[in-house]
């Protein structure tokens, strides 16, 4: 399906979709309106979108959850848990449709993957991708300008090891891309500016503990900082975060016996960007510096301490799995309502075979009537292998 635009309403169209800055919206509408005036929204928001099954099966959870039969993904939720898991190699391919309600060729695509270079130490690479789809442009006077693409991606590395026998840590480092239009955009004032695509580049670090006993219940904790980077522009005057988030997770492992294990997570999320303010005039105010803006985004709310706890949002998530070949997933995603309002359930489901392959779904239930996340579907491809032993020369 092709889109019409014009360039003067691509921007807010595009940056509102992929919960992008205020402060490149209010290019072409100025003030910001509404409850969008103190939700901090960072462009190239799909940095932080969940890209596989299992913790979209967990209410978008997955900072702490465990690591020991693979998961590449890993890169994404923390590389810290890497060292622990219990291949050697894996390979994991996502794919999620966006916005179905809304549109039908808008989507994420995830695929990564990690190899151990020794007992202790592993590196991976993957790449996150988001196809907003094709639209076609016009000017405001209606003239047909062409057709265009607009996707954003990053190419991470990753490379992380352990510091103890129950503690890990990773880093990944990107390149970001972003191209949500072209041509020029025309603000509410009159002026206009040409679009340019954003590349720039950011780090995550993730720390992973396990107790690791031989206790029916074990307990993981993680910390996780992604997308650490200076400020973007599209071309504008104004120049913009992009997704610092800070994550942090709880999971607790029951291995019932030894054809049946229950895990409960919990992450919490926050977003490491200022919350918007404006000034007597409507005109909105923003750090000088991008690392202003990450340290004080933990104190940056007009409403003070309470509002700050406001953007902190809430995973809760549950897996069930028996006899390592089945299963069956559960969450809750919370976002308070005036810090943009998600709400909604998840269920998943998840099947290996040969305890090498894997295929998992995952499906949202908004809370609420309208959603434009409703009906949302990922689905996971994996595979995770122990290197080949080594045949002693006769």
Request: aromatic residues 10%; without cysteine; glycine residues 10%.
């Given at each position: ?35 969008l005036k103190s939700v901090p929204s960072p462009v190239i928001g799909s940095l932080i979108f969940t890209p596989d ?187 913009n975060f992009i997704p610092t988030n800070l994550k942090a997770g709880f999971a607790a492992i029951n291995s019932i ?26 005109n909105l105010k923003l750090p000088s510096t991008a690392i202003g803006g990450i340290l004080g985004s933990f104190g ?95």
């Amino acid at each position: 399906m092709i889109r019409k635009v014009t360039n003067a309403l691509r921007a807010s169209l595009m940056l509102g979709l992929t919960m992008s800055a205020a402060s490149v919206v209010a290019q072409t509408q100025t003030p910001v309106q509404g409850s969008l005036k103190s939700v901090p929204s960072p462009v190239i928001g799909s940095l932080i979108f969940t890209p596989d099954a299992r913790s979209a099966g967990m209410g978008d959870a997955g900072v702490a959850i465990s690591t020991a039969d693979g998961d590449a993904n890993a890169i994404f939720w923390n590389p810290g848990k890497l060292p622990f898991s219990g291949k050697d190699m894996g390979v994991s391919l996502s794919y999620t449709p966006w916005l179905r309600q809304l549109v039908n060729d808008m989507a994420l695509l995830n695929g990564s993957f990690y190899k151990k270079i020794k007992n202790d130490q592993v590196i991976g690479a993957s790449i996150h991708y988001f196809d907003m789809g094709l639209f076609q442009q016009t000017d405001n006077n209606g003239n047909n300008l062409g057709n265009f693409n607009s996707k954003e991606y990053a190419i991470n590395l990753s490379y992380s090891r352990k510091l103890s026998e129950k503690l890990g840590l990773g880093v990944n480092l990107k390149y970001i891309n972003s191209t949500l239009f072209s041509g020029v955009v025309t603000n509410s004032s009159g002026g206009s500016f040409t679009a340019q695509p954003v590349n720039t580049v950011a780090a995550d670090i993730g720390i992973f503990h396990t107790s690791k006993s031989d206790k029916p219940w074990n307990y993981n904790w993680g910390v996780m900082i992604q997308n650490i980077s200076g400020r973007v522009s599209y071309g504008g005057n104004e120049s913009n975060f992009i997704p610092t988030n800070l994550k942090a997770g709880f999971a607790a492992i029951n291995s019932i016996d030894e054809h049946n294990k229950l895990t409960l997570t919990a992450d919490i999320n926050k977003l490491m960007v200022p919350t918007p303010t404006y000034d007597a005039n409507g005109n909105l105010k923003l750090p000088s510096t991008a690392i202003g803006g990450i340290l004080g985004s933990f104190g940056d709310a007009p409403g003070g301490f309470s509002e700050e706890l406001k953007e902190v949002a809430v995973s809760l998530g549950a897996e069930y799995l028996y006899n390592d070949m089945f299963a069956g997933r559960a969450g809750y995603y919370f976002e308070n309502g005036t810090k943009g309002g998600r709400k909604y359930a998840t269920v998943g489901v998840g099947i290996k075979l040969e305890k090498k392959y894997g295929l998992d779904f995952a499906y949202l239930i908004p809370t609420a009537s309208g959603s434009p996340l409703a009906q949302t579907l990922r689905i996971s491809l994996h595979a995770n292998f122990n290197s080949a032993p080594k045949v002693a020369a006769n």
